[in-house]
């Protein structure tokens, strides 16, 4: 995989701040689950199977590239979709997308998720496949590793760039929400001798929530017996907005400050909140003087999402 680009842009409470562009990542999009698709396909094909299942709502970036990669592979691809809390399911760009690339959306509620993935496993397998899902067994278990080595790679990545443009990061933001980009993260910190301060900007989940699957996907990745990595965890829930996908008119003014200044697009629930969390991290925390890399995590298709909507309001 290419290393994706570092740029530097505005200075935010007299800090250097800098974008990891993972959204220019090669095809569909990008994004950090370009880079953890990767792993899952890679996993797949060692294991020898021959169908995959991915699960996610309709704002998904995940299976967006996961229905993608798999249409060019010509592998059979299955997504378990719940609505969402409200019992809503909004049509995204990106479920357009999905169903662009013909994987088959299989729906169900956040209640039945696990009946869901076992009867389709089941029947799946019934017909002679050998399905492969992302999540391991029907709870979403057991599978930790394998997305987490994405973004351990990163902290590589990011030590050589470092190198080639004579900086020093002191810390790194991003939007953390399932847990596995933050996990990568500390992982490969703890492996550089932990150089930076991560720090994971909550868009859905509360802090002990957080720090209770961080710590599964930790254990799971350095092979560890419930280990408290607590330690090494920053986590800030206090920018959710109201939850999931929830945003308020500071995100709103930075997604079309941050087109219009430097031509870069964010979104309302993953990339937009989070970098309106780190500028009020970064003042708030008194943080000033410092190298700042916040990483771009993609889903630029929940960008146009966003526009296709203000520009029917306004
Ligand atoms: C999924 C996603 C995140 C959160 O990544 P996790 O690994 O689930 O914590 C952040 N930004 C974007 C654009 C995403 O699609």
Same mark, same amino acid.
């Given at each position: +995989? ?41 996993? +797949? ?6 169908l ?5 709502n309709n704002r ?9 990669l798999? !249409? ?14 409200? =019992? ?11 169903? $662009? ?30 399905p ?10 057991g ?6 080595h ?11 760039q ?14 953390? =929400?399932?847990? +596995?980009t ?16 991560i ?11 957080q720090?209770?699957?961080? *710590? ?22 206090? !920018? $959710? ?15 079309i400050? +941050? ?48 526009? *296709? ?6």
């Open positions: +995989m290419n290393k994706t680009p570092i740029q530097s842009i505005k200075s935010i409470n007299n800090n250097n701040v800098f974008i990891k562009r993972d959204d220019l990542l090669g095809e569909s999009f990008g994004g950090n689950k370009y880079r953890i698709a990767y792993e899952f396909f890679k996993d +797949m094909e060692t294991r020898n199977k021959d995959i299942i991915a699960y996610g998904s970036n995940l299976c967006r590239i996961i229905s993608y798999a !249409y060019k592979k010509r592998i059979p691809c299955y997504i378990v979709s719940p609505s969402d809390d409200s =019992g809503d399911r909004i049509d995204t760009f990106n479920s357009f997308l999905v169903n $662009l690339t013909k994987a088959h959306y299989v729906f169900c509620n956040k209640n039945n998720v696990a009946d869901t993935v076992e009867k389709l496993i089941l029947d799946l397998t019934s017909k002679g496949y050998k492969y899902y992302i999540n391991g067994d029907k709870y979403g278990k599978n930790e590793k394998v997305p987490v994405a973004y351990y790679k990163v902290v590589d990545e990011i030590v050589e470092e190198k080639a443009i004579n900086v020093n990061f002191d810390y790194i933001f991003f939007a953390s =929400g399932t847990g +596995m933050q996990a990568g993260l500390i992982a490969g910190n703890i492996n550089h001798g932990k150089k930076f301060k720090v994971g900007i909550s868009i859905a989940r509360n802090v002990n929530n720090i209770l699957k961080l *710590n599964i996907f930790l254990n799971q990745y350095f092979n560890t017996n419930n280990y408290d990595y607590s330690n090494n965890i920053i986590f800030d829930d206090n !920018y $959710l907005f109201g939850g999931y996908g929830k945003y308020n008119n500071e995100i709103r003014k930075e997604i400050n +941050m087109y219009k200044e430097d031509g870069i697009p964010l979104d309302p629930t993953y990339t937009g909140k989070a970098f309106v969390g780190m500028k009020n991290y970064l003042s708030k925390n008194n943080i000033e003087n410092k190298n700042i890399l916040f990483i771009h995590t993609g889903g630029t298709p929940l960008f146009f999402d966003f526009i *296709n909507y203000i520009s029917e309001k306004y």
